[in-house]
């Protein structure tokens, strides 16, 4: 290489290769920051089972949880002694039912269907009686038949004070307490001050049918080859 001097001299220059370390302390400072961009970081754990978002249970299957305890089963049971319930006021949502009380099974009842009620009235041989019965919810939300004999014609303070306690029910959160001196029910009223039940939300919109459709789903009694009038007549 030529180069011409201040004096118009010219003099040579030697054509000398620019190394790699004056290449790398000539390059920019900026060069050494963005190579920390390029190491590899570690992935994080992109699923967390026990995050929030992860944890959240979908709103179908807490709909589905709450509506269990109607949607599964109803009881035909009266109130325990420490329970506070209410009774639906409505008297549509009330039944007259003819029932088989099985005392091997701690009293469960069999709903006789009426189309079958003239064959067991006939047979004189089928222990079966008229209870009415009223559509209750406990303070705990379960919801149930509460069954009352029907009288018939004879005084009986226990079915008189046990109807009475079910018309209290309708207007007030009551527990009822077996009297055995009065042979009676006694009846008690909620000291706190709850709100009245929701009864749509009970219901679930559903008739009182419906409802003893759940309630007697496994125990309908249709024909005279049901096991439990089988069993009653002596066949098995």
Known sequence: MVKQSKDGAESSVENKPVSIVEKEASAPVTESVNRVKDVEQPKPDIYDPFSPENLRIPQEYLDGIAATPLTVGIEVIKPHSQEYVRVHPDETFRYCAPLIAIKEEKDARYLIHPSFLPWVTASERI??????????????????????????????????????????????????????????????????DFPDPNWAEVTQGK?????????????????????????LLGFV
């Open 207 to 231: 008739t009182v049918f419906q409802l003893l459709a759940i309630a007697f789903k496994e125990r309908l009694i249709l024909d005279e080859n049901h096991p439990q009038i089988q069993k």
């Open 127 to 192: 222990p079966f009686r008229f209870e009415m019965l009223y559509l209750y919810v406990t303070r705990q939300g379960k919801v149930a038949f509460w069954p009352v004999k029907v009288r018939t014609g004879k005084e009986n303070s226990w079915l008189t004070s046990a109807e009475a306690a079910a018309d209290h029910a309708k207007k007030k959160w009551v527990c009822i307490i077996s009297n055995q001196k009065r042979g009676r029910y006694d009846v008690f009223e909620a000291k706190g």
